[in-house]
């Protein structure tokens, strides 16, 4: 076992370095897609909520401080991005990761349609013939943009620091020209005026809170970028998303304010004006140069992020199909380009029909954005409160009851133990006891077994008890406007419900195919639990006992959980890109059909399970079972002389039909 570790070599690990991304370059990449909402969200929410379009910005803007804080522990809680799928999935079930595939599609669909249509409709200030054409213009950039993406082109962090940053001090120019014009008492008169003629009754208020998380919407961009952040990414995280706080706090909702109440009304009811507000705010109060150039930045910045969202929905598609919900057809690749052309066809096309099917208006675009954004919000709030929960729950149990952990384990006296298979069989197993079966207080290796990482409590201090508290808030507040949005939006329900049914109708025929195969999809987990009185079973490339040990440990499980570790080889993976969901797991076809014949087997006997991987290293299995505090590790009888640091009161070993393997018991 120890020749197939390998260790990184010093090119791989600077070329690492090369890829990854600081605050900097992470701000960039998250304002260039939530950056552009501002340019067409005023004139959509004037349509709905009239001047009250500022106010209900201004109140959103409390909760979506509230979801950064949420986004930045999703950053480093799931290194391996997938941002929605991967926390629901790893927190819930894999049908829930694939719901939450499904709702973020959704979002990202519109997000190409409404960036693209808005970016043409901002040039259109500029070359006002464009204007009746802005539809046909639209899908003509769409289809230039998904040849682009066939012929291999990428996103660029540089990039988007580029238009990143021409978009914002864009953005501050506009601000700056309009307060240069507006005394300090003629602002704060604006705030009555905004509230005038308006009941603020509990249903205006949900409504129109909401309806406001448009302005929002990109947010989901930054879990994204895990794989790609530098480290720690705890601290990278925070950073970036203090940014993007401070500069979305700072242009969002005091443009929006602005441009619905200092605009001619006549501005805001036309269809084609109200989308182009923005720019027109620059002209109205300061110069067409500076109307000009707001719309040049706007419409190129619009366009770009149009991209991003075709790229970012194919790599979904291809992380669902990795994760074999979706037909392998979409992870297909061109021989001539190297690119996945059928899931670059759906990203793009899908967008398009949407198009043609609202025939161009961005106010029913808009409307049709809350289904999958909030949904998506939804499950990440949710499934980061039941991981927290759980880390909670494991934490209050082994301070108050260590009593309990091992306790209630038994190995029994016989040496000659006779057990039964799943298929009837008959396995004789021996016992051996090895010579550290009751090491002396002062044994070295006591010592440098670490406490459980839950044994101190800080899960339980008062400061995470208030970052938990505040968690279930923000869920609820979430929660809240996703629903109201489900009665309110019929239109976006029905848009984001078809789509929805139909991926996950796509996905259960898929499912039921490898169930048939007896290769059943599973969801990984990338992080160890405390599981104390469980059962470890360790699958090994390239070992042909893993099927012994599999049996094994389901046929010994006893009613407590199984944890499946597969110990990949650990080979070096291509250049990541961002976006893209950065599991190994998903790239070892071997473990997929170990752990989907672990999963079939162990739904037929009805065992809990937890499947985790890790790649081959010397002190792998170590870290596992220290955190783990597991009853049995069961792991080919060969490798077991390799495995050390490992301390277990007994070893037996036991023969099945499809060979020997070992039982390390432990009473923690």
């Not at 970028?225 to 993007?244: D, E, H, I, Q, Y």
Request: proline residues 5%; hydrophobic residues 50%.
């Amino acid at each position: 076992m120890a020749q197939a570790v390998s260790k990184p070599s010093q090119t791989n690990k600077e070329g690492q370095r090369a890829t990854q991304l600081g605050p900097i370059l992470c701000w960039a990449v998250v304002f260039a897609d939530i950056g552009t909402s501002v340019y067409y969200v005023p004139g959509i929410l004037y349509g709905n909520v009239g001047s009250l379009a500022g106010f209900f910005v201004f109140l959103t803007m409390s909760v979506f401080v509230l979801l950064t804080l949420k986004y930045a522990e999703v950053i480093h809680r799931f290194p391996q991005g997938g941002g929605v799928v991967t926390v629901a999935s790893q927190a819930m079930n894999h049908w829930v990761g694939a719901l939450g595939g499904m709702f973020i599609l959704v979002d990202y669909f519109l997000t190409a349609a409404i960036s693209c249509l808005s970016g043409i409709l901002y040039l259109s200030v500029v070359l006002p013939a464009m204007g009746p054409f802005a539809l046909e213009m639209t899908i003509g950039t769409l289809v230039l943009l998904g040849i682009l993406n066939w012929v291999g082109i990428s996103a660029s962090a540089k990039v988007s620091l580029v238009g990143a940053t021409i978009a914002f001090l864009s953005d501050i120019a506009l601000l700056v020209t309009v307060f240069t014009h507006l005394s300090f008492p003629a602002f704060l008169a604006l705030f009555p005026r905004m509230l005038a003629g308006h009941a603020l009754t509990p249903i205006t208020i949900l409504i129109g809170f909401a309806g406001s998380f448009l302005a929002f919407s990109g947010l989901e961009s930054i879990s994204q970028l895990s794989p790609v952040m530098k480290t720690p990414r705890k601290k990278v995280g925070k950073m970036a998303l203090l940014l993007v706080v401070l500069t979305v706090g700072l242009t969002s909702p005091l443009l929006t304010m602005l441009s619905t109440l200092l605009l001619p009304q006549k501005v805001l009811e036309d269809p084609i004006l109200s989308a182009q507000v923005v720019s027109l705010l620059g002209g109205h109060w300061g110069s067409i140069a500076l109307q000009t150039e707001v719309a040049v930045s706007a419409s190129a910045l619009l366009v770009f992020a149009s991209n991003t969202a075709i790229i970012v929905a194919y790599y979904v598609f291809l992380a669902l199909a990795r994760m074999q919900f979706f037909p392998a057809l979409l992870l297909q690749r061109n021989a001539l380009r190297g690119t996945p052309h059928y899931a670059i066809l759906l990203a793009t096309a899908i967008p398009i029909i949407v198009l043609l099917l609202v025939r161009g208006n961005i106010a029913i675009l808009g409307d049709m954005y809350a289904f999958g954004l909030l949904g998506a919000f939804t499950l990440t709030c949710l499934g980061l409160d039941i991981v927290r929960y759980r880390e909670r729950k494991a934490a209050r149990t082994a301070r108050d009851h260590p009593h309990l952990v091992g306790d209630h384990l038994e190995y029994g006296n016989d040496p000659a133990i006779v057990s039964h298979a799943a298929d009837g069989t008959t396995a004789f197993t021996q016992e051996q006891t090895p010579p550290t079966e009751h090491p002396s207080a002062n044994d070295p290796r006591i010592e440098a077994t670490p406490p459980s990482p839950y044994a101190g409590g800080i899960m339980l201090n008062s400061w995470y008890t208030f970052k938990f508290s505040i968690g279930l808030l923000t869920t609820a507040l979430v929660v809240t406007a996703w629903t109201t949005n489900l009665v309110t939006k019929p239109l976006a329900t029905a848009f984001g419900g078809t789509v929805t049914l139909v991926g996950m109708g796509i996905a259960y025929v898929n499912y039921a195919r490898h169930k048939r195969e007896e290769h059943v999809p599973v969801v990984v987990t990338h992080s160890e639990e405390y599981l104390p009185g469980s059962t470890l079973a360790v699958l090994l490339p390239e070992n042909e006992h893993n099927t012994a040990v599999i049996h094994s440990a389901i046929n010994h499980a006893d009613g407590k959980p199984v944890v499946f570790l597969y110990l990949g080889s650990g080979n070096a993976k291509q250049t990541q890109r961002m976006f893209e969901l950065h599991d190994p797991y998903h790239d070892d076809e071997q473990a997929q059909k170990t752990f989907g014949r672990a999963e079939h087997l162990a739904q037929k006997s009805k065992v809990k399970r937890l499947f985790l991987y890790r790649k081959l290293e010397l002190d792998a299995i170590e870290q596992v079972w220290r955190i783990m505090h597991p009853h049995d590790m069961v792991i080919a009888a060969e490798p077991v002389s390799h495995i050390q640091d490992i301390n277990p009161d007994r070893i037996r070993f036991e023969v099945t039909p499809e060979g020997k393997v070992a039982h390390l018991l432990k009473r923690w």
